[in-house]
């Protein structure tokens, strides 16, 4: 970190807060730890000092995994707090927090020659050196310019998954990031990735929950070496959410003595996938790491494993009704169960 005080080289070894690790990169042969629970840190509407307050308090709470994105404009917030829990002795060490972040901005920079500048702006924003994951955040492009949301469907156009790749392996090489990967990709996005690269992921970082299981996604992936992150691991944020309204999780909760979210989770973790959990709400944040002391019966895993499922999050939703695109949409959004 270039600002943040008192943040000295650690002695040998990761200091821990009692949150489990898993280990990605191994594909590499750089394995790294990433702590299971993580903060996810896109909210929307975003609110800077919100978001940076939160995540003060959940690196006071032992939360020692961070997740944003150029596309979040939360990077400079994360940079901040990390360098403010530094000064106040809640961190003293760069290497204790796991920071991820992502190429993205409207899929406008998602080609060859803009993924090091885009990484060297996100660390300018982080007030960092390095980033411990940098991914690729969906697999499709847009024509390079000012970044727009919803997307244009005639401004997409098919990433060229080699040339971008290159520029990831890149970045690591270059000591940027300690780890590379991706999101949102599907197992046959991740064969033609492993086709080419010199480098394999060593992160798929996907939308997963007991009401979206990716069986399928998760089994090919523990195969190939790719570590797996969930993000909405508790539904997202919508009127009707699958994951806190479910009958099965709210049933398991009341033997369990646990909540929904809780249990949710702990599945989540039992599955071998670290994950990502937004919330502002230090309540919230603190109920969210407290889910190491139990387990789930073969019982309650059989029920939750006949939940039916439900994809929230597709690709479509990213772009603009209107107009013709050059990529079939469908293709990204797979549905492998």
Request: aromatic share 8%; hydrophobic share 45%; with cysteine.
């Amino acid at each position: 970190m270039q600002a943040a005080p008192a943040m000295a080289s650690p002695p040998a070894g990761r200091v821990g807060t009692g949150c489990p690790e898993f280990m990605a990169g191994a594909a590499a042969g750089r394995p790294v730890p990433v702590p299971a629970v993580g903060l996810g840190t896109a909210s929307f509407p975003f609110v800077e000092e919100d978001v940076r307050a939160a995540v003060i308090a959940a690196l006071e709470l032992g939360y020692r995994h961070l997740d944003t994105a150029s596309l979040y404009r939360s990077e400079r917030a994360v940079g901040e707090a990390v360098a403010e829990a530094a000064r106040r002795g809640v961190v003293a060490y760069r290497e204790e927090v796991f920071v991820t972040t992502k190429i993205y901005v409207s899929c406008s920079q998602c080609h060859p020659d803009l993924v090091l500048p885009s990484l060297r702006e996100s660390l300018q924003n982080l007030q960092m050196d390095y980033v411990d994951l940098y991914l690729v955040h969906w697999p499709v492009a847009a024509k390079p310019g000012k970044p727009q949301f919803p997307i244009k469907r005639e401004d997409i156009m098919p990433m060229d998954l080699t040339g971008v790749w290159r520029a990831m392996e890149e970045c690591h090489r270059l000591g940027l990031a300690r780890m590379i990967g991706v999101s949102n990709f599907t197992t046959t996005k991740l064969q033609e990735l492993l086709a080419i690269a010199e480098i394999p992921p060593a992160v798929n970082q996907v939308e997963m929950n007991p009401i979206w299981q990716q069986k399928k996604l998760i089994e090919f992936c523990k195969d190939k070496g790719i570590h797996v992150t969930a993000y909405s691991p508790l539904g997202g944020r919508s009127m009707s959410n699958a994951v806190l309204q479910s009958e099965v999780l709210e049933e398991i909760s009341k033997a369990r003595g646990k909540s929904v979210a809780q249990i949710s989770l702990w599945w989540i973790y039992e599955q071998g996938a670290s994950m990502v959990v937004k919330s502002l709400k230090w309540e919230r944040l603190k109920e969210n790491m407290e889910i190491f002391n139990w387990e789930l019966s073969d019982e309650d895993r059989f029920k939750i494993s006949q939940i039916p499922q439900h994809k929230r999050v597709r690709v479509a939703g990213m772009f603009s009704p209107e107009g013709a695109s050059r990529v079939d949409l469908a293709v990204l959004d797979i549905v492998e169960m």
